[in-house]
């Protein structure tokens, strides 16, 4: 747990020689919708330990963007859920209440596999290939998403580090952009579209991470390291809407 808790610490207490004011973004991660093991650090961006913290603020708008740097390999989930997700699991998608990409690179809602990221093809497989892309199949087999006995999460260590490479799935020092438009919500990896659209996303739904097995995730809700899609943009508090 130290040794975790010194990685997820990494680069936050360094000593800063200027200081630059700037109005501070207040979206960030919130610690009254979090698991019980979450720690939330760098001021409110940055969440490890294990389990699921949701931003506090809806998503709103009409376009919506925010990224997710993977700063450290482990079991993670991106994507978004209601206020009604179970946060104590350490796997998003697992209840009806959350829509989220994952370490093991299975997209998934309700525990159903809505699509399996081929590395192979550069692209995604709906599941099984009998329903629409979005919507989950039904009558699919339950998959085990148990972080011991789930697909390893990243290649190997000989893989190269930041960055997917040739690979085309997510590894550590990527970045994981999000869009949701209240009709489609889509999963970016380093600025490529994975054309992975999610439909019948229902509710007032957030931002949400979850970790485990020693997985870092720094939530970037502005200054994107590749921007957001066009007609898309960083995610406004609701006065700020007016």
Excluded at 29 to 46: A, Q
Excluded at 209 to 214: H, R
């Amino acid at each position: 747990m130290f040794c975790c808790l010194k990685n997820c610490l990494n680069g936050v207490l360094a000593a800063q020689s200027v200081h630059i004011t700037k109005t501070a973004n207040p979206v960030q991660l919130d610690s009254s919708h979090m698991g019980h093991e979450v720690v939330i650090i760098k001021n409110g961006l940055r969440a490890c330990g294990t389990g699921g913290v949701l931003a506090n603020a809806p998503l709103v708008q009409s376009k919506s963007y925010f990224e997710v740097k993977l700063q450290q390999s482990g079991h993670w989930s991106i994507g978004l859920a209601t206020q009604q997700t179970d946060l104590n699991q350490s796997v998003g998608g697992k209840d009806r209440e959350s829509w989220c990409l994952n370490s093991n690179h299975l997209v998934l809602h309700g525990g159903d596999v809505i699509y399996r990221l081929d590395a192979s093809k550069g692209s995604a497989v709906p599941n099984g290939g009998q329903n629409s892309p979005g919507h989950t199949v039904p009558g699919t087999v339950p998959v085990d998403l148990s972080p011991i006995s789930a697909p390893p999460a990243f290649p190997s260590a000989a893989s190269p580090p930041g960055g997917s490479g040739e690979s085309g799935l997510p590894q550590e020092g990527d970045t994981i952009g999000v869009a949701y438009d209240h009709v489609e919500l889509n999963f970016y990896l380093n600025g490529k579209n994975l054309n992975v659209p999610v439909l019948n996303v229902r509710g007032t739904v957030y931002p949400c991470l979850f970790v485990d097995d020693g997985a870092i995730l720094d939530i970037v809700l502005d200054n994107f390291a590749y921007g957001p899609p066009p007609g898309f943009e960083r995610i406004l508090v609701e006065q700020s809407l007016l």
